[in-house]
C-alpha cells in the first residue's frame, strides 16, 4: 500500500486544518524538484503560484466549506525552478466523530495538455470574436457608402431626367432623336430602380428596414393599376390580365405594396413564357390580404427555390434585362414589413408568387396608435 501511495501516477497531499502540508507522496514531491522534509510543515501556499494561491482561496476552499468536497478545481503548482506546473484538484475533508476538521486530502493530475488545448480554444475565440468584429465593420462601413453613393446619384440623374423630358417638349427631333431621348428615358428609369433597390438592400443591412408609408392609404387599388400601365409599357407584347377586388379597407403603404407587385410582375416578364398571359389578383378574403401574381413557363428548379429571397439571386435573363438580384429580397422584405410574407409555388402547370398579409395593420387592430 506504501509503494501504491508513494508511486501512485498523481500527486496526493494531505492538509491540516490551518492550511500546512501533513503528508505528501513521492509523485508530488518529484513533480515539485524538492524533500518530503522540505514540504511537510510548509503552507499549502508556498506550493502554489499566484494564480494557485486565488483558485485555491477563491474556488476550492470555499467548496470545500460548504460541500466537504470538491471536484476538477484547475490551478498552477510552482515548481522550484520557476516554473509553473498546470494542475487539476480533488478535494474532501475529513471530519472527526463531532465534526471537527481533521484534515483534508488532495490529489492532483497533471494538465498540461488540457490545459494547452483550452487556453489555444480561447485564443483562437478571441481571435475570431476581433476578425468577425473587424468584418463586421468593414461590412457596415460598405452598406453605409453605397447608401450614401445611392441617395448622391439620385441628384445627377434627376437633372438628366429633366433635360430629356425638356429635348421631348422643346427640341425639334428627327425619328433618331426621338428614339435616342426614348431610349435615355428608359435607361434613366432603370437606373433609378436599380438605385431604389440597393438604398432599400443597404438600409435593410443597416437595420433600419423597410420604412413604410401609411399616409396614402386607400390608394391601393389606384396604385397597383398604375403598376400594371408601367409593365405593359416595358413590355408591350406580353398579356397582363389583372383582376381586383374591392381593396378599400387594406390597411398598407401603397407605394410599398406597389413596388412588391411591379418587382413580382418583373419578374414574371423576364422568366415567363411570354406568348402566354401573366395573372395579378388581388382581394380580401376576411382579416387578410392576398395579391398573387402567375405565370406560364418552365418551372423554378428545386434548388433556386431554396433561396429565391435571398441578396442577389439571379435566373437566367439576357445582359439587357440583367438587374441585381434584389427584387424578390425587397419583395419579401416588403412583406414583412407589413407582417405577413410572400410564398412561391412552381410546377408545369405555373408558377405563382402569393402575397399574404393582415387586412389591418397590427397597431389599428389592437386599437393602438399607428405609426
Known amino acids: 500500500m506504501a509503494d501504491l501511495y508513494e508511486e501512485a501516477p498523481c500527486g496526493y497531499v494531505s492538509i ?15 513533480w515539485l524538484q524538492c524533500s518530503h522534509q522540505e514540504l511537510v510543515g510548509k503552507s499549502i501556499h508556498e506550493i502554489l503560484s499566484f494564480g ?10 470555499p467548496m470545500l466549506r460548504l460541500q466537504g468536497e470538491a471536484q476538477e478545481i484547475a490551478f498552477d503548482l510552482q515548481l522550484g525552478d520557476g516554473e509553473k506546473l498546470p494542475v487539476f484538484g480533488n478535494a474532501k475533508e475529513k471530519r472527526g466523530p463531532s465534526g471537527e476538521h481533521l484534515f483534508t486530502r488532495l490529489t492532483l493530475f497533471k494538465a498540461i495538455e488540457r490545459r494547452t488545448f483550452e487556453r489555444s480554444l480561447i485564443e483562437a475565440k478571441v481571435r475570431a470574436e476581433e476578425r468577425f468584429n473587424l468584418e463586421h465593420g468593414q461590412l457596415e462601413l460598405r452598406d453605409q457608402f453605397i447608401a450614401v453613393l445611392g441617395h448622391d446619384l439620385r441628384n445627377p440623374l434627376a437633372a438628366i431626367l429633366a433635360g430629356t423630358q425638356m429635348l421631348e417638349r422643346q ?8 428614339m435616342i431621348v ?11 430602380a436599380l438605385i431604389d433597390d440597393v438604398l432599400d438592400f443597404a438600409m435593410g443591412r ?10 396614402a392609404e386607400g390608394k391601393l ?14 413590355a408591350p407584347d406580353v398579356e397582363l390580365v389583372f383582376n381586383c377586388g374591392d381593396l378599400g379597407s387594406v390597411q398598407c403603404d401603397p407605394a410599398r405594396i406597389g413596388q412588391l407587385t411591379s418587382n413580382l410582375l418583373s419578374n414574371a416578364v423576364k422568366y415567363g413564357d411570354r406568348s402566354q398571359p401573366i395573372v395579378l389578383e ?5 382579416e387578410l390580404f392576398h395579391l398573387s401574381v402567375a405565370n406560364s413557363g418552365d418551372p423554378i428548379p428545386e434548388p433556386a427555390l431554396a433561396k429565391l429571397f435571398q441578396p442577389f439571386e439571379r435566373g437566367r435573363v439576357s445582359d439587357r434585362e440583367k438587374g441585381l438580384g434584389l427584387g424578390l429580397f425587397i419583395a419579401h422584405e416588403i412583406a414583412v414589413a407589413h407582417g405577413g410574407e410572400v410564398t412561391v409555388s ?26
Do not use: C
Open 171 to 178: 427640341a425639334v427631333l428627327d425619328e433618331r432623336g426621338a
Open 206 to 215: 443597416l437595420g433600419k428596414g423597410i420604412q413604410l408609408d401609411y399616409s
Open 52 to 61: 494557485g494561491k486565488i483558485a485555491f482561496e477563491t474556488h476550492l476552499a
Open 346 to 371: 412552381s410546377t408545369i402547370a405555373e408558377t405563382r408568387f402569393t402575397l399574404s398579409m393582415p387586412r389591418k395593420h397590427r397597431n389599428a387592430a389592437s386599437g393602438g396608435e399607428r405609426a
Open 16 to 30: 491540516t486544518a490551518d492550511a500546512r502540508i501533513a503528508k505528501v507522496n513521492r509523485t508530488l514531491t518529484d
Open 182 to 192: 426614348r431610349e435615355m428615358r428608359a435607361s434613366l428609369s432603370r437606373a433609378n
Open 282 to 286: 388581388a382581394a380580401i378574403d376576411g
Open 221 to 234: 387599388a389606384e396604385v397597383l393599376s398604375q403598376v400594371v400601365h408601367e409593365i405593359k409599357a416595358i
